[in-house]
């Protein structure tokens, strides 16, 4: 990896939320199908690469650790910052089928408690995220991104995921826990 880990850390939190925010938000089959086809296409490099779960929560944060470290923010809330950001991308790429809408389901009462599950998770996770830019912009190395006409953010000055996201960010600004 080159450039900031800070920022690439952020570059997949922000494309795993948004491929996990579509499904979450699909309310109808098709949609829901095309959600997921995205999800599947925007994780399927993450395991081969960073391998069981305590592995890659370690191989995504402790970069960012080392960085932030060198540069004076070793302090306990930077660290944390970074864990929760590495600890939300794993369990994430955990995920193997995010749940759409309970309606969309034949059993709707199992789907809501998922639902709410992964809602909740959604919700940390893109609290982790904007404490990362937080973070990122405390380093003196800000985290902009490029918008592109899909809505989508392109961080153009590091290393690219292997898969670029294609669902459309509908995210709301939420704060949660």
Same mark, same amino acid.
């Given at each position: 990896?080159?450039?900031?880990?800070?920022?690439?850390?952020?570059?997949?939190?922000?494309?795993?939320?948004?491929?996990?925010?579509?499904?979450?938000?699909?309310?109808?089959t098709?949609?829901?199908?095309?959600?997921?086809?995205? +999800?599947?296409?925007?994780?399927? $490099?993450? $395991?081969?690469?960073? *391998?069981?779960?305590?592995d890659?929560?370690?191989? %995504?944060?402790?970069?960012? %650790? #080392? +960085?932030?470290?060198?540069? *004076?923010?070793?302090?306990?809330?930077?660290?944390? &910052?970074?864990?929760?950001?590495?600890?939300?991308?794993?369990?994430?790429?955990?995920?193997?089928?995010?749940c759409?809408?309970?309606?969309?389901?034949?059993?709707?009462? !199992?789907?809501?408690?998922?639902?709410?599950r992964?809602?909740?998770?959604?919700?940390?996770? /893109?609290?982790?995220?904007?404490?990362?830019?937080?973070?990122?912009?405390?380093? *003196?190395?800000? +985290?902009?991104?490029? =918008?592109? /006409?899909s809505?989508?953010?392109?961080?153009?000055? =590091?290393?690219?995921?292997?898969?670029? #996201?294609? #669902? &459309?960010?509908?995210?709301?600004?939420?704060?949660? !826990?």
């Amino acid at each position: 990896m080159t450039g900031n880990p800070l920022h690439n850390l952020i570059r997949i939190l922000s494309q795993f939320f948004r491929a996990v925010w579509a499904c979450h938000h699909a309310d109808s089959t098709e949609l829901l199908r095309q959600a997921h086809a995205d +999800w599947t296409s925007q994780k399927k $490099w993450f $395991w081969p690469k960073y *391998g069981r779960p305590a592995d890659s929560t370690r191989l %995504l944060a402790d970069p960012a %650790l #080392a +960085w932030c470290a060198q540069r *004076g923010f070793d302090d306990d809330e930077s660290a944390s &910052i970074v864990e929760t950001a590495a600890e939300c991308i794993t369990r994430l790429a955990m995920i193997t089928n995010p749940c759409a809408m309970p309606h969309v389901y034949a059993t709707k009462e !199992e789907a809501a408690k998922v639902h709410e599950r992964q809602g909740e998770l959604l919700l940390f996770a /893109d609290k982790a995220v904007l404490n990362l830019r937080r973070l990122a912009g405390r380093t *003196g190395e800000a +985290w902009v991104p490029d =918008v592109e /006409d899909s809505g989508n953010e392109k961080q153009s000055n =590091v290393e690219t995921a292997p898969a670029q #996201a294609t #669902a &459309i960010d509908k995210r709301e600004q939420c704060l949660a !826990e």
